[in-house]
């Protein structure tokens, strides 16, 4: 693997969300301070979407970490379920002890206890919903009466949505009209402009430890930012295989040509071409280098 060729000590573009590598641009961390302020005022329903690949499970680990007493969480990363599995997955990660064959009546009145007597202990118990777009209508109102759970002073529970743009359709939807009405924060995450880009690529080579280098030529960046249209998950697939076409030709910068070839081995973004406009820069580039050495040549041989 390439690590030790570009002084790495991990895998810098993992898919797998992880915290270390959280960057704190401005779309994420404006999200993160949505959620902090409307977890901290006691809101009852907030939104995240995003389209795929934009970071929002890391956001919600984020959140799941940076949450602090009194909060207490419950996350649930696949809401696919019957408005009685609902019940049954919020009970299970509260650690409520309830009867598999109890009824649904039975496992709500068994959270709202807890809220009641997380409520007097001056805890703030928060469900957190990753891929919300792929929850049935009828779970989703099953998830507004849980929100009905409250004092005179206070909501019991409060509930973040993170999903894709299809959550949004969803809520339109009149059977749920109730809910769309109780969504008091929401915030939609967007793709990376080039700055962030590169801004994000550099950070990530950071924290897997490359210090002494820039790794990015200088057209890498536009042909990165056209390829993967600044989804960050495109980003880590096509930067990690720039990485291995480099590291095979023994040379020491992501260059566009590398970005081409790892645009071309992946799906998302093969029908994709670099714009005449694109290509005109590199070969004006490359002919103005050429006349460069051209002239020097002469210039040395008089």
């Known amino acids: 693997m390439y690590l030790q060729h570009f002084g790495l000590n991990q895998l810098p573009f993992n898919l797998t969300p992880d915290t270390e590598f959280?960057?704190?641009?401005?779309?994420?961390?404006?999200a993160l301070n949505v959620l902090m302020i409307a977890l901290q005022s006691g809101e009852g329903f907030i939104k995240i979407t995003g389209p795929v690949g934009t970071g929002k499970t890391l956001l919600c680990r984020?959140?799941?970490?940076?949450?602090?007493?009194?909060f207490i969480t419950a996350y649930l990363p696949n809401p696919h379920l019957s408005a009685a599995g609902l019940h049954l997955a919020v009970a299970e990660e509260l650690g409520i002890r309830y009867s598999s064959n109890a009824w649904?009546?039975?496992t709500l009145t068994q959270i709202n206890d807890y809220l009641l007597m997380?409520?007097?202990?001056?805890?703030?118990?928060?469900?957190i919903i990753d891929e919300a777009q792929a929850m049935p209508l009828e779970t989703l109102e099953?998830?507004?009466?849980?929100?009905?759970?409250?004092t005179e002073k206070q909501k019991l529970l409060q509930i973040v949505l993170f999903g894709q743009p299809e959550l949004d359709e969803l809520l339109l939807n009149k059977s749920i009209r109730q809910l769309r009405q109780r969504i008091s924060f929401s915030y939609t995450l967007q793709p990376l402009n080039k700055r962030q880009i590169r801004e994000y690529v550099l950070h990530r080579l950071r924290i897997a430890g490359n210090t002494h280098?820039?790794?990015?030529a200088p057209l890498s960046v536009h042909a990165l930012h056209f390829y993967t249209q600044g989804i960050p998950r495109l980003i880590n697939i096509l930067t990690h295989k720039a990485l291995l076409a480099a590291y095979g030709k023994g040379q020491s910068k992501i260059g566009w040509r590398h970005l081409q070839l790892a645009a071309l081995d992946t799906?998302?973004?093969?029908?994709?071409?670099l714009p005449w406009?694109?290509?005109s820069i590199f070969l004006w580039l490359l002919l103005l280098s050429c006349s460069l050495f051209a002239y020097f040549s002469s210039y040395l041989s008089l």
């Not at 959280?22 to 404006?30: A, I, N, S, V, Y």
């Not at 280098?213 to 990015?216: A, G, K, W, Y």
């Not at 799906?267 to 071409?273: E, F």
Request: a positive charge; aromatic letters at 4%.
């Open 22 to 30: 959280f960057c704190d641009l401005p779309t994420h961390r404006e």
């Open 62 to 70: 984020m959140l799941l970490n940076e949450l602090p007493a009194p």
């Open 104 to 106: 649904q009546s039975r």
């Open 118 to 127: 997380a409520a007097k202990l001056g805890n703030k118990v928060v469900l």
């Open 142 to 150: 099953s998830l507004r009466l849980l929100t009905n759970l409250e």
């Open 213 to 216: 280098t820039d790794l990015l």
């Open 267 to 273: 799906d998302d973004t093969r029908g994709r071409t």
């Open 277 to 279: 406009g694109f290509r």
